[in-house]
C-alpha cells in the first residue's frame, strides 16, 4: 500500500537490511544515485546494477574496481529482475515512479528519490564512527531536522566510538561463554573509564585487555558504583561540557537540583532514574546531610550515580561537603567542572572579570555571610569582585563596600537569570546599583559585579553590539560612541537603562537556579544577553 500525505505522521519502522551478496539495482547515475551506491557499496551487495546512460566519475571509479555493474543505457522493464532492493534515483519523477511500479510488481522494496508514496523505506541521515552507525529519520517529514539532529550527533558522538567498539567486540570475543555471566551496567561502567581513554589514544590492543580483565574481575567483585559531581553550567545547556554530557549519558540515576533545564536532563537515558533534591518554593527539600546520604546510599548500591549542580560544583555549590561525605564512605567519585555563574553571568552581560590596565584580579565572593570577609581588604584589591547570592543582601553588600574604601562612582552590575532566555542585566554607579536593581525587580539567580570592567557592558554586550552597529550604519562611519579603552576606570554604566518593573522590596531569596522559587518577568530588560532572542 502506498503512503499518502495524509498518513506523513505514520512511523517507519526503523531496521538495518543485510544486502551482503544481495542484488541491488539503481537507476540513476547523477548526484543522488550516487549517494546512494557511496552508501550502498560499504554493504557489499552483488551484484550492484548502475542502469544509466551517463554516470558520475565516482560510480565509474566504483565500476572499473569491479565493485559494481554498469548498465550504459536507459531502463527497461525488467531490470530489476530478481532484486532484493531497487532505487529510482534519476532527477526524471516520471522514470523513479516506473522504477517503482515494477518494483511493487516484483515485491521488490523500492525507494523513489523524493516521492514518498513510491517509497517502500526511506534512506535515514546517518552519523558513523567505523562499524558504529547512527541513523536519524524525521519518517520523511523534515530534512532539516534530519539534519539538525546528524549536525547534533557529529558534535557530540565522540570521534573515537568507532575504535571503542572494536575493542567492545574483541573483549566480547575474548570473554567467550563467560559474557553471559556480565551484568550490563559492568560494561557500561568498564567502557566509560581508562578503557575508553586508552582507545581513544589508538592502544586498541591495550584497552580490549584491559576490558577483559575488568568485566572478569565484574563477576567476583561486588559492584561499585560511581558517583559524579558534575557542572551543570549556568543555565544554558549549550555551555555543558562534553564531560558532563557523557556522564549524563550512562547515568542510572541522576540527583539534581530543581529546575535544571529539562534540555539538560534530557541527555539522561529514559531509564535513568532523576531524583530531585532541590530547595521547594517554601523553602523545604532534603537537607544537605539527606543528599549526601543518598549519595554515599545510591554509590554504594554500585549505581552510576550523576549529581548534577548547577554551574561548578566546587563553586559555593556544596560539592566539597558531598566529596567529602563520599570520601569518608569509601565511595568511588568524580568531579566534572562546570562553567560557573561567576565567571558566565558578566561574561555574558559583556563585562570581562579582568582586562589589561583596569582589572588585574578576581575576587569571588558570597552574599550570604557578610561576615565571612575582610571588607577593608576586599575593598583594598582595586580588581573586579563578583558575589554570588546577591540579590537578597545587595544594599548591605554595596554599603560595607562603600564603607570599606570603595569609590561611590565606581561602575556596577547585576546580571540575572545570565545566558538563559531570561536573561536581564543592569549597571549603575556602586552606591546606586542596590536602588537600581530593587527598582529593576531583579531576582535570584543572580551576581552583582563590582569593578572597572562593569562599565564595558554598555559596549560589549550582545545588544549594545546591535546598537554601535545600526548608530555606525546610519553615520555611514564604523565607529563607537566611545571605544572601551577609553573608558575612565571610574565611570559608571547607565543605570537610566534599567527599566524593569518598579516594585520596591521585591527580591527573592538568593538560590541558584534550581533552588529559585520565582522568577522575574522580563517585561523590559535593562540589557539583554546573547540569548535574550
Ligand atoms: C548556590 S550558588 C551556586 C553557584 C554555582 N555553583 C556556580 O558555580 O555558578 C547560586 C548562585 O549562583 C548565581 N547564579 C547561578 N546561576 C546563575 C545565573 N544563570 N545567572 C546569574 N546568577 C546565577 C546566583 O548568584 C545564585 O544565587
Request: hydrophobic share 45%; charged share 15%; with cysteine.
Amino acid at each position: 500500500m502506498a503512503r499518502t500525505p495524509d498518513q506523513h505522521g505514520v512511523p517507519y519502522f526503523p531496521a538495518f537490511l543485510d544486502l551482503l551478496g544481495k542484488r541491488v539495482v539503481v537507476v540513476g547515475g547523477g548526484s543522488v544515485a550516487t549517494s546512494k551506491v557511496r552508501a550502498l557499496l560499504p554493504c557489499q551487495p552483488r551484484p550492484l546494477i548502475v542502469v544509466a546512460p551517463a554516470i558520475s566519475p565516482i560510480i565509474a571509479a566504483a565500476a572499473q574496481a569491479g565493485h559494481l555493474e554498469w548498465w550504459p543505457r536507459p531502463y527497461q522493464a525488467g531490470d530489476l529482475a530478481g532484486a532484493a532492493l531497487a532505487f529510482g534515483a534519476t532527477d526524471d519523477r516520471a522514470l523513479n515512479a516506473q522504477v517503482a511500479a515494477e518494483a511493487r510488481q516484483r515485491g521488490v522494496p523500492v525507494l523513489a528519490v523524493d516521492d514518498v508514496p513510491n517509497c517502500d523505506f526511506i534512506a535515514p541521515a546517518l552519523v558513523r564512527r567505523g562499524d558504529l552507525v547512527v541513523a536519524i529519520s524525521t519518517g520523511g517529514r523534515s530534512p532539516a531536522m534530519a539534519r539538525r539532529a546528524r549536525e547534533h550527533l557529529e558534535r557530540v558522538l565522540p570521534a573515537s566510538w568507532g575504535d571503542l567498539l572494536e575493542v567492545a567486540a574483541a573483549a566480547r570475543q575474548a570473554l567467550g561463554s563467560a559474557r553471559a555471566l556480565i551484568e550490563p551496567a559492568a560494561w557500561q561502567t568498564a567502557l566509560g573509564g581508562q578503557v575508553e581513554q586508552l582507545a581513544a589514544s589508538g592502544a586498541l590492543e591495550a584497552a580490549t585487555e584491559l576490558l577483559v580483565r575488568q568485566l572478569q574481575q565484574s563477576l567476583f567483585a561486588p559492584r561499585s558504583g560511581l558517583v559524579s559531581l558534575v557542572g551543570a553550567g549556568p543555565g544554558d545547556p549549550d555551555l555543558l561540557t562534553l564531560g558532563a554530557v557523557r556522564r549524563l549519558q550512562a547515568a542510572d540515576v541522576v540527583v539534581h537540583d530543581r529546575l535544571v533545564d529539562p534540555a539538560i536532563l534530557a541527555y539522561a537515558a529514559q531509564t535513568a532514574e532523576r531524583i530531585d533534591v532541590g530547595k521547594t518554593p517554601g523553602g523545604g527539600g532534603p537537607s544537605q546531610a539527606a543528599i549526601e546520604a543518598l549519595l554515599v546510599d545510591l554509590g554504594r548500591q554500585g549505581r552510576r550515580v550523576v549529581r548534577l549542580k548547577g554551574g561548578d560544583p566546587f563553586v559555593f555549590g556544596r560539592g566539597g561537603e558531598e566529596a567529602l561525605a563520599l570520601a569518608r564512605a569509601g565511595v568511588p567519585f568524580e568531579v566534572v567542572p562546570g562553567v560557573s555563574a561567576a565567571l558566565a553571568a558578566p561574561a555574558a552581560a559583556g563585562i570581562p572579570v579582568t582586562q589589561r590596565g583596569l582589572s588585574a584580579s578576581l575576587t569571588i565572593a558570597t552574599g550570604h555571610d557578610a561576615e565571612a570577609h575582610d571588607w577593608p581588604a576586599l575593598a583594598r584589591g582595586g580588581g573586579t569582585l563578583v558575589f554570588l547570592m546577591a540579590v537578597g543582601g545587595l544594599a548591605g553588600l554595596t554599603e560595607r563596600l562603600l564603607a570599606a574604601g570603595r569609590p561611590a562612582d565606581e561602575p556596577a552590575a547585576v546580571v540575572e537569570w545570565a545566558t538563559t532566555p531570561r536573561q536581564r542585566s543592569l549597571c549603575a554607579p556602586l552606591d546606586q546599583i542596590a536602588a537600581a536593581a530593587r527598582q529593576a525587580a531583579i531576582q535570584a539567580p543572580a551576581v552583582l559585579v563590582v569593578g572597572p570592567t562593569a562599565a564595558l557592558a554598555e559596549h560589549i554586550a550582545p545588544q549594545a553590539h546591535v546598537a554601535a552597529v545600526d548608530a555606525a550604519s546610519h553615520q555611514g562611519a564604523p565607529q563607537r560612541s566611545r571605544p572601551p579603552g577609553e573608558f575612565p576606570s571610574s565611570a559608571a554604566c547607565h543605570p537610566e537603562r534599567s527599566e524593569g518593573p518598579a516594585t520596591p522590596g521585591a527580591t527573592a531569596a538568593d538560590a541558584h537556579p534550581g533552588d529559585t522559587p520565582t522568577a522575574t518577568t522580563p517585561t523590559a530588560a535593562a540589557t539583554r544577553g546573547a540569548h535574550g532572542g
